[in-house]
């Protein structure tokens, strides 16, 4: 009898778990992604009830907003920008007052090769080099950062034929290890500076290039779930601001 109504309590109580557990559903960029897994792994010991789930279907803001639209299937968007965030914010997609910026990037010139990048980006000048990567000025701030530096520099014109556009920053980490690329502007934290980088890297001052600020917001599909909006929050802590820091981006 006993046994019988232990697993009957137990039975009780994992079916309140399953009503009360709660999904939420985000749309990354490659930059923010390996910060926000541990940020997810730290948030689901405290909420083991609820799941966070990394969309992985399009890795850029601008890709990422034309999903939003069409199948409405992300609570949060964790942007590498601004302007989707406040154009999501604008077409009256998102909950109120729920966009704020998480953290600014920082960019760096990136090599496979452990004795090419030097510490002032001399290097850019060099005939050796084949072509440098940047990611599309027209989608990435990265990209658009990557342009300023080469301004700042004074190398822009003997570059221009060297350039070449990659879709994300995974894929340009892909590029520069397998050896295609020699070259790259990429975020850092893309690279994941708390532990070894492989090659050689220079951490480009911010003076060169306007700041990279990047906002999330919450979606309109999550008003009413409790655990988006608890993550949401959360991205806010301490213990979140730190992982962040740890992957090499500035936190606000």
Not at 71 to 88: C, F, H
Not at 179 to 208: M, Q, R
Not at 212 to 228: D, P, S, T, Y
Request: net charge positive; proline share 4%; with cysteine.
């Amino acid at each position: 009898m006993y046994n019988k109504l232990l697993s009957l309590c137990f039975g009780i109580l994992m079916l309140h778990s399953t009503i009360h557990a709660e999904e939420v559903h985000i749309g990354t960029v490659v930059s923010s992604v390996k910060a926000l897994n541990e940020i997810i792994h730290l948030f689901e010991k405290n909420s083991p009830n609820d799941k966070v789930i990394i969309h992985n279907d399009n890795f850029v803001s601008a890709f990422i907003y034309k999903q939003i639209k069409e199948k409405n299937d992300l609570d949060i968007l964790v942007s590498g920008n601004t302007s989707i965030p406040l154009q999501l914010e604008n077409e009256g997609l998102t909950v109120k007052n729920a966009r704020f910026t998480y953290v600014f990037g920082k960019l760096v010139l990136w090599s496979r090769n452990p004795k090419l990048v030097d510490t002032k980006g001399a290097v850019l000048g060099s005939d050796e080099v084949r072509n440098i990567a940047l990611l599309d000025p027209k989608l990435a701030p990265y990209g658009v950062a990557a342009e300023q530096v080469l301004g700042k520099l004074g190398v822009w014109n003997k570059v221009q034929s060297k350039l070449v556009i990659v879709g994300n920053s995974g894929d340009m980490q892909k590029q520069v290890l397998d050896g295609t690329i020699d070259l790259a502007f990429i975020p850092l934290a893309t690279l994941n500076p708390s532990k070894k980088v492989e090659g050689s890297l220079w951490i480009i001052p911010k003076n060169y290039y306007e700041p990279i600020e990047q906002q999330a917001v919450l979606l309109k599909r999550a008003e009413n779930n409790a655990a988006a909006k608890a993550f949401f929050n959360y991205l806010k802590s301490p213990q979140a601001r730190n992982v962040f820091e740890k992957y090499g981006f500035s936190v606000p």
